[in-house]
């Protein structure tokens, strides 16, 4: 009865039906279970940003779900919460979230929002403060040239970056701040953003390729001083062991000392200390002595040529041509 009345309807027998569910579609098995989705077409720009009024929005609102949480802030930032909390609830009534207020404004369609993790991509914690004070700079000067040139704001707290702007802007802060945790300096990114800024304002240049006016920086290993180690003296080895420190008892035999009754010993003590404070007392007085004592004149150094006074040095040179001046001969004696 089954087989006639689907004979007659003119529908395949259900055998046939699983049969061809069984069959591959000619675009692959992975469009198997795929669906048609008639508003989907080759037409649409997927990327189109959705723009939305007030009116469109609904009275409950445009989230399917709703959720909430706490965030426990600093003590610092008690002030500040306390003299912009007016500001937060006006936000709160347009938009039903909690959030800073200057920023908050900035909520338009073409503005978008990322939060960076930076807390595991250095492992020291040491360099890891240093590294983000590096990306903030003195001042916060570094970052406020980073905002300037990508259109951004940024903020940096604890182990997070919170960005906010352009999707370009965004990239271009992510790749700053991930550079800087893996030990290249901020300010190499910011002369080449100048450097773009420029280029783009020339026409000429907008169709052509940068890279020959960009900067290109080398990593260089800069060779840090070796700490000179002290180099191990060389143990010799000796035949026999050396010999043992000597004992007290066989000092005190030697010097004769552990023969005596603890009388005597104690005065041969008494004896050696006064000797010992004698001599240094007659030590620190021929120190103080030499005090008074006046000074040794120093020897008197011959004048070199260049000490002689103009006088002296004529009256040398006279001299010295009288003596040759008597050593010469008369002309009547070398007649003769």
């Known amino acids: 009865m089954k087989k006639k009345r689907e004979a007659k309807s003119g529908q395949p027998a259900t055998s046939e039906v699983h049969e061809s569910a069984k069959e591959p579609s000619s675009d692959g098995a992975k469009k198997k279970y795929r669906k048609e989705k008639p508003w989907d077409h080759e037409g649409i720009d997927h990327w189109k940003p959705v723009s939305m009024s007030k009116e469109d929005v609904p009275s409950t609102g445009v989230l399917m779900e709703e959720s909430s949480f706490a965030t426990l802030f600093p003590q610092y930032r008690e002030q500040y919460l306390k003299q912009v909390w007016p500001d937060v609830k006006s936000l709160l009534a347009e938009h039903r979230s909690a959030c800073k207020p200057e920023q908050a404004r900035k909520r338009e369609d073409e503005v978008y929002c990322d939060i960076m993790k930076i807390g595991g991509l250095v492992r020291s ?28 704001f940024v903020l940096v707290q604890g182990q997070t970056v919170s960005i906010m702007g352009s999707i370009k802007g965004i990239k271009q802060v992510r790749r700053i701040v991930e550079d800087c945790f893996h030990n290249i300096h901020p300010i190499y ?24 006016f960009l900067p290109h920086f080398k990593n260089r290993n800069v060779q840090r001083k070796k700490l000179k180690t002290k180099k191990a003296k060389k143990k010799t080895k000796d035949v026999f062991p050396p010999q043992p420190a000597p004992r007290k008892e066989d000092l005190q035999m030697e010097s004769g000392e552990f023969f005596l009754n603890e ?72 007649l003769l």
């Open 125 to 152: 914690k040491e360099r890891f403060v240093k590294r983000r004070q590096r990306l903030v700079g003195p001042n916060g000067s570094t970052l406020k040239a980073i905002e300037l040139l990508t259109q951004c």
């Open 189 to 212: 990114h910011i002369k080449e953003l100048m450097i773009r800024r420029e280029l783009e304002k020339d026409p000429e240049l907008k169709n052509e390729n940068w890279e020959r």
């Open 263 to 334: 009388k005597e010993r104690q005065l041969r003590q008494r004896i050696a200390k006064r000797e010992a404070q004698q001599a240094k007392s007659a030590e620190k007085r021929r120190e103080r002595a030499k005090e008074y004592e006046p000074p040794v004149p120093k020897a008197k150094k011959p004048k070199k040529a260049s000490e002689e006074s103009a006088k002296e040095i004529a009256q040398r040179l006279a001299r010295k041509a009288q003596v040759n001046s008597s050593k010469k001969r008369p002309a009547s004696d070398l």
